[in-house]
């Protein structure tokens, strides 16, 4: 191979291993951890958001499940 195709790969190699944090950044630590993790540990790190019940609207009741129903 040519000397600038082997500099260009090795310093390419070198620009991915040795990657800096950053948000702007592709974060390839990241991806590989999602890649890499189950849906239990994704859920576990991610953050749940609770949010509270609102009423029914006139003339609709909560079935089994939660869910806003017409009355029959």
């Known amino acids: 191979m040519d000397v600038k195709v082997v500099l260009f790969i090795t310093v390419l190699i070198l620009g ?5 944090e950053s948000g702007v950044v592709f974060n390839f630590h990241e ?7 189950t849906t239990t540990e994704n859920i576990q ?11 029914c609207p006139l ?3 909560r079935d089994a499940l939660g869910n806003c129903r017409q009355r029959f």
């Open 16 to 20: 991915v291993c040795l990657q800096v």
């Open 31 to 37: 991806k590989l951890k999602m890649a890499t993790s």
């Open 45 to 55: 790190s991610g953050q749940i958001i609770r949010v509270p019940e609102l009423e």
């Open 59 to 61: 003339g609709q009741r």
